[in-house]
Nanobody, 121 residues
């Protein structure tokens, strides 16, 4: 079994910052990409940012220049530093890890439960 657990959400004022963390644990042989997604009320889930095992990153246009994704491969952990937060960033943020549980080489998507981020004055 693979477990993915997020932390770090909360309530913040517009212009503020938050840092999300996501740790994968369990039967892990290797992890390919890790990423953050969000779902705002009444909207579809969207990619916020992701990062490969080699450190290549990809960001949604709406967060470029404000959010930074990083990764600690020794801890199977990915972080999302969110600065200059806006009310439209309010959403449930979920982490996905693309994991191979064994040396066979098949990768599977594992999701965390999500953490609420609310940007409001």
């Amino acid at each position: 079994q693979v477990h993915v657990v997020e932390s770090g959400g909360g309530l913040v004022q517009p212009g503020g910052s938050l840092r999300l963390s996501c740790a994968a644990s369990g039967s892990i042989f290797s992890i390919n990409a890790m990423g953050w997604y969000r779902r705002a009320p009444g909207k579809q889930r969207e990619l916020v940012a992701d990062i490969t095992s080699g450190g290549s990153t990809n960001y949604a246009d709406s967060v470029k220049g404000r959010f930074t994704i990083s990764r600690d491969n020794t801890k199977n952990t990915v972080y999302l530093q969110m600065n200059s937060l806006k009310p439209e960033d309010t959403a449930v943020y979920s982490c996905k890890a693309v994991v191979s549980p064994s040396a066979v080489g098949y990768y599977y998507d594992y999701w965390g439960q999500g953490t609420q981020v609310t940007v409001s004055s």
